[in-house]
Structures are given as C-alpha cells and as structure tokens.
C-alpha cells in the first residue's frame, strides 16, 4: 500500500485548500480512507473518514462544516476540501486506509488500525 499525498501550503486564516491523496497497491476502492494530521508538539489525530463507496463520511467536531472529504475511485484518489482554515488546522496532514469513525462522549473520533503512512502535506496557517 501506497499513499501519496499533496496540496498543502501556506494559507491565510480564512482561506482554502484541497488536499489531495493518490493511492496505489490495493484494491482501492474497497477500503475506507481516512486524513490524519500531526501539529508540532501533539499527537496525531484523525480529521475525516470516508467510506470506500464514498456514500459515507464522518469528520470530527473541528473541522465540521468546514472540511469536506470525497473520493474518485477512477483515479485511486481522495481529497479533503478544507474551508475557513485558521491557525489551529497547521499541521502535516496524512491520508491512510482502514479509518472508522466512533461516537465517544466528548464527539466523534476518527480512528486507524494501518500503519501505510505517507509522507504528509504541511498545511500552514498563518497571516
């Protein structure tokens, strides 16, 4: 498994990205895709989770209303469409598969199992 991801930058608060993750070595669209993303100093966290049909997603409370995830299963590809970003969201951000999504007390958590690990994109938020 393979995952290649891109579209990160530097953005203004306010503005937008869409990052994208190329996927290669498995039957892509079999399996859920998931973004993570690492700030300096703080642990991964998962951001959105999409199913392999792409009929299902699921984004924590952060980014609700803000991040969109979507997948074209033609190109092996997902993507998260990020909206009014602010400082908070700078990070590397990490697409993976085998995400699921659960409800826990204080919202929902977005989970993996995989250790396919790309590279990343840095996303940086900053005026």
């Known amino acids: 498994l393979q995952f290649v991801e891109s579209g990160g930058g530097l953005v203004q608060p306010g503005g937008s990205l869409r990052l994208s993750c190329a996927a290669s070595?498995?039957?892509?669209?079999?399996?859920?895709i998931g973004w993570f993303r690492q700030a300096p100093g703080k642990e991964r966290e998962g951001v959105s989770c999409?199913?392999?049909?792409?009929?299902?997603?699921n984004e924590i409370d952060s980014v609700k209303g803000r991040f969109t995830i979507s997948r074209d299963n033609a190109k092996n590809t997902v993507y998260l469409q990020m909206n009014s970003l602010k400082p908070e969201d700078t990070a590397v951000y990490y697409c993976?598969?085998?995400?699921?999504?659960?409800?826990?007390?204080?919202?929902?958590?977005?989970?993996?199992?995989?250790?396919?690990w790309g590279q990343g994109t840095q996303v940086t938020v900053s005026s």
């Open positions: 993976v598969d085998d995400c699921a999504a659960f409800i826990e007390p204080h919202g929902i958590e977005v989970v993996t199992t995989s250790k396919d």
């Open positions: 070595g498995f039957n892509f669209d079999s399996y859920n």
């Open positions: 999409i199913s392999g049909s792409g009929g299902s997603t």
